[in-house]
């Protein structure tokens, strides 16, 4: 199936060249965020729909080029070692936010920010995980899918892809598996 929302950007699949139109968005946690167009206006759908249920839920990560995620890499890996980073971070030009259509959401609550794992166990995942799919993202790094994404489980990871998303979370598989019954 062709889709332009469908490109892989995995570990073993770098980003490739594309024509997304990558915008600007409005982020309470940073400025400088931008994402693919579609991609922001699903955000923006997404946040206002968890706001509905009581959360607030910002843009933490977006688009990334290839050289900030050559500094991030490097940051983290200074930080944590190069096991944690080659788990948790691409190297730069297979990282999925190079496409503009990842989004690494943060909450705020109580006036403060809570990004990747400082959310853990926080009711806010699984309102995201049950309801992105509506507005066309999926949980892009599930638990128990390292194997096959390559990544460890980011609940706050979301990839946005359009009308397919419903499908891939109903049959509960990655965007590898469903690439693959193509
Ligand atoms: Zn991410």
Not at 52 to 63: A, H, K, M, P, T
Not at 65 to 71: C, H, L, P, V
Request: net charge negative; aromatic share 14%.
């Amino acid at each position: 199936m062709e889709d332009k929302y469908l490109i892989l950007v995995n570990k073993t699949h770098a980003c490739p060249e594309n024509d997304f139109q990558i915008v600007k968005v409005n982020s309470q946690y940073k400025d400088n965020v931008y994402l693919e167009k579609q991609t922001a206006l699903a955000f923006d759908k997404l946040k206002a729909f968890i706001k509905s249920q009581g959360y607030d839920i910002e843009v933490e990560s977006g688009y990334r080029s290839k050289e900030y995620q050559a500094k991030v890499f490097e940051e983290i890996e200074a930080e944590k070692g190069l096991e944690h980073t080659l788990r948790f971070v691409a190297r730069p030009g297979y990282s999925e936010h190079q496409t503009g259509l990842a989004v690494d959401f943060c909450l705020k609550e109580n006036n403060r920010f809570y990004i990747d794992f400082e959310m853990q166990d926080h009711p806010v995942l699984k309102l995201v995980a049950d309801n992105a799919c509506q507005f066309g993202f999926i949980i892009r790094y599930p638990q128990g899918k390292e194997n096959i994404t390559g990544y460890g489980y980011e609940p706050w990871h979301l990839r946005y892809v359009g009308n397919f998303a419903q499908e891939i979370k109903n049959q509960n598989i990655t965007l590898e598996e469903y690439l693959e019954k193509e």
